[in-house]
């Protein structure tokens, strides 16, 4: 059973506009979640988190938001930059455990077209 | 510079000669952990270590072994590979729950 899913593979956006990335998840526990950011030929990093005391998190290009009824969250860009064209990860976790015990997404690969 | 360090980068060996990919931190961090990257799967813990002789196992450990002799290194062993291992493999560390996991490059492996 998926606890996180970002039901889109693939996202294509033209450079200027607002990307937007899903994730979705289903344990009620999870009241952490956080967003990496993946180049090809390199490891995860750290783009953006939020706490579930939260419903939003900025930080300049990127927004998070959260819909805790809905066990959703979405990533914002904007605007998009040819250079964000990665892969995104969205990962969950609970208090306590953190980054000890993160469950990621599939992740979505979101292409910037010039 | 901080830094998880990764060995090799690329692997080609086939079925059943054991290998191990290295994995070394210089944060001091006292979590580390073995990730795979599968095309669909996206990623999943193979095994964690929360200190000096301290593992566990994570989603997917069946075919690997892991150490943690010393604080630094964490090595991921695999004694008898087999093709379904084929896979992008990552180390990552972190001193404590609430500071970020960093990633290694990444290792990928391809068993024949």
């Known amino acids: 059973d998926q606890q996180v899913k970002q039901n889109s593979p693939s996202l294509s956006v033209q450079e200027g506009r607002i990307s937007i990335l899903n994730c979705d998840y289903t344990n009620s526990m999870f009241d952490y979640f956080l967003w990496y950011k993946k180049y090809p030929a390199e490891g995860p990093t750290f783009l953006i988190s939020i706490s579930s005391i939260k419903d939003k998190n900025e930080d300049g290009r990127f927004t998070v938001f959260l819909n805790k009824s809905a066990k959703h969250l979405s990533l914002h860009i904007v605007p998009s930059q040819p250079g964000d064209s990665a892969v995104y990860f969205c990962?969950?976790?609970?208090?306590?455990?953190?980054?000890?015990?993160?469950?990621f997404g599939k992740g979505t690969k979101l292409s910037v077209i010039p | 510079e901080a830094q998880v360090t990764q060995n090799p980068r690329y692997l080609i060996t086939v079925t059943g000669k054991k290998l191990t990919v290295t994995c070394s931190q210089n944060?001091?961090?006292?979590?580390m952990s073995w990730y795979r990257q599968d095309p669909g799967l996206g990623l999943r813990q193979i095994y964690y270590?929360?200190?000096?002789?301290?593992?566990d196992k994570g989603d997917v450990p069946e075919g690997y072994k892991v150490s943690r002799k010393e604080k630094r290194n964490f090595p991921l062993i695999l004694e008898s590979p087999s093709p379904n291992q084929t896979s992008l493999y990552f180390c990552?560390?972190?001193?404590?729950?609430?500071?970020?996991?960093?990633f290694g490059s990444g290792t990928q492996l391809s068993v024949l």
């Open positions: 990552a560390s972190t001193g404590s729950p609430n500071e970020k996991l960093f």
């Open positions: 990962a969950a976790t609970y208090s306590g455990a953190g980054s000890y015990q993160l469950t």
């Open positions: 944060m001091n961090h006292e979590y």
């Open positions: 270590s929360m200190n000096v002789e301290v593992t």
